[in-house]
């Protein structure tokens, strides 16, 4: 069975890495009252957790994504593998948001988005040739 695997989404990490340096940069560079800081600094840190969790999953191969002629398999955010069987799936659009892809998986009954996977052109022409993709 064919099976396209994604690739590492680096957009997506160093946007990510920006918007935290630039949070950063915010809280130092202005006054804020002592709840507007604190709201601020609660946000920056989710952030940073988020990144740094997901980073360590897409290094130790938990956050990729396979496409295959039966369907997805991907992992989520708690480094869970889930399987979509190609029925479910409706479409599929891949959006560019600033640098970061991001993969756009429409079911019937829920949206999947996979930010710290890729897909490159060839990828996406193979995935047309598999029916995912409308050309």
Do not use: D
């Not at 994604?6 to 630039?22: H, K, P, R, T």
């Not at 479910?88 to 993969?103: F, N, R």
């Not at 710290?116 to 995912?132: E, I, N, V």
């Amino acid at each position: 069975m064919y099976e396209i695997k994604s690739s590492i989404n680096f957009g997506f990490y160093i946007l990510a890495a920006s918007v935290i340096a630039l949070l950063l940069s915010i809280s130092t560079a202005f006054n804020f009252t002592a709840w507007l800081e604190a709201l601020e600094m609660i946000l920056i840190f989710a952030l940073t957790l988020f990144v740094c969790v997901t980073l360590i999953q897409t290094l130790m191969g938990k956050r990729t994504s396979s496409w295959c002629i039966n369907g997805l398999s991907y992992y989520n955010f708690l480094g869970v593998q889930k399987y979509v069987p190609i029925e479910q799936i409706q479409q599929v659009k891949v959006h560019t948001i600033i640098c970061c892809k991001v993969t756009h998986v429409k079911l019937e009954e829920k949206n999947i988005f996979l930010f710290s996977c890729k897909l490159t052109t060839q990828q996406k022409s193979r995935l047309a040739q598999l029916g995912y993709f409308a050309k």
